[in-house]
C-alpha cells in the first residue's frame, strides 16, 4: 500500500491510525477496496463497529475510482493477460480451452479416488513450468484440509518431467487447515505469502470437507452457506490481484435427499455452483483411467475428455 492510499485511509470519517492499522489486516488496503465493501461484512472482518463501517464506506465511495463500464474490445483486451496452466494432458487442456484458466476458479468434484488430488498435485508442480512449457513459472500455495498433500507424489512427477524435485517444493508452500474458520483465515493470510513470492496458483484440497462437517442438519445451512460464500469470494480476490488460477477440489452427495441433493451433485449448493468458473466433474473408469466432464463454463460447452492416472503423474 502506498503511503497516499494509507493518508487516504486514515482521513476517511471516524477512521485514525488503530482502525487504519485494522482495516490493512483485514485486506483493505485501497479506497476501492473499502468503497465496494458491505457494512456488515467490514464489521466483522476488521473488528470495528457498523456505524464507523458505513461512514467509512460512504466517505470511499465520493473519492474512490471505483470505474465504470468499458467497451468490449477494452475488456477482451485484458483478458490477454490471462494464463492458462497446463494439466499435463493435452485432451484435459482442450476440454478447458487451454489449460487452468488464471484470475478463474475451477472446480473438480467427484467421488474418493476420482482423481481431484492428483490433478492438484499435477498442477502445483507444472505451474513452475515455463510459460512455453505450458507453466507460470511461479510458486503454489496448497491449502490442505484433509492432511492429503504428499511430497513424495510431488517427486515422482517432478521427476517425471525431469525437474529438481529439492526446487519444486521448496516453491510449494503448504498449509494444513483444522477447521472452517482457520481454512477462511488462511486463505485471507495467502496473500503475505503472495506478497513475498511470486505465487500463480492457489489450490483448497478440499474445498467443502470442514464445512460439511461442522454444519449439520438444516437448521445450520444459511449459515454455512454464507461463510461459504464468503471464503469463495476470498478466493478469487486472491485470484484477480496475483492473475493466478485457482483449483478446489470438492466431495459429492453420497444420499439422495433433499438436502444433499442426487450422489453426483457436488456439495455446497448453488453458492460453489455459482462462484466456480469451471466445473468439472471427476469419476473412474478401467485401467488407471478417469473420466472428466466439463459440466459448466461461461464460453465452452459441456464435453468430456479421458486421462490417466499413474505414477508419473496426469497423462493422456
Do not use: W
Amino acid at each position: 500500500m502506498s503511503e497516499e492510499e494509507e493518508n487516504g485511509i486514515e482521513k476517511l470519517p471516524g477512521v485514525g491510525p488503530a482502525t487504519a492499522e485494522k482495516l490493512k489486516e483485514a485486506g483493505y488496503t485501497t479506497l476501492l477496496s473499502i468503497a465496494v465493501e458491505s457494512p456488515r461484512n467490514m464489521a466483522d472482518l476488521a473488528d470495528i463497529g457498523e456505524t464507523i463501517a458505513a461512514k467509512a464506506i460512504a466517505a470511499a465511495k465520493k473519492v474512490a475510482d471505483v470505474g465504470g463500464f468499458e467497451t468490449g474490445d477494452v475488456v477482451m483486451k485484458r483478458r490477454e493477460e490471462i494464463g492458462k496452466l497446463t494439466s499435463g494432458s493435452k485432451a484435459l487442456n482442450s476440454l478447458l480451452g487451454g489449460g487452468f484458466e488464471t484470475q478463474a476458479i475451477s472446480e473438480l468434484f467427484g467421488e474418493f479416488g476420482s482423481g481431484k488430488t492428483q490433478i492438484a498435485h499435477q498442477c502445483a508442480v507444472t505451474v513452475q513450468l515455463s510459460v512455453e512449457e505450458g507453466g507460470l513459472d511461479g510458486d503454489v500455495i496448497i491449502i490442505d484440509t484433509e492432511n492429503t498433500f504428499r511430497p513424495e507424489r510431488i517427486v515422482q512427477m517432478a521427476e517425471a518431467l525431469d525437474m529438481d524435485p529439492k526446487k519444486v517444493l521448496s516453491r510449494i508452500h503448504v498449509a494444513r487447515a483444522f477447521n472452517s474458520h482457520h481454512q477462511m483465515l488462511l486463505a485471507e493470510k495467502a496473500r503475505e505469502i503472495a506478497d513475498e513470492h511470486n505465487v500463480r496458483l492457489l489450490i483448497v484440497d478440499s474445498l467443502t470437507s470442514h464445512f460439511r462437517a461442522e454444519y449439520v442438519g438444516r437448521g445450520t445451512l444459511a449459515d454455512r452457506q454464507q461463510k461459504l460464500n464468503k471464503h469463495m469470494h476470498e478466493l478469487l480476490r486472491f485470484g484477480d490481484i496475483y492473475n493466478a488460477a485457482i483449483i478446489v477440489t470438492n466431495q459429492v452427495s453420497t444420499k439422495p435427499d433433499a438436502f444433499f441433493g442426487d450422489p453426483t451433485r457436488a456439495i455446497g449448493g448453488h453458492i460453489v455452483g455459482h462462484t466456480s468458473t469451471f466445473r468439472m466433474y471427476l469419476r473412474k473408469s478401467k485401467g488407471g483411467k478417469r473420466i472428466v466432464r466439463l459440466i459448466d463454463s461461461p464460453n465452452l460447452p459441456e464435453a468430456e475428455a479421458v486421462i490417466m492416472v499413474d505414477e508419473c503423474g496426469i497423462r493422456d
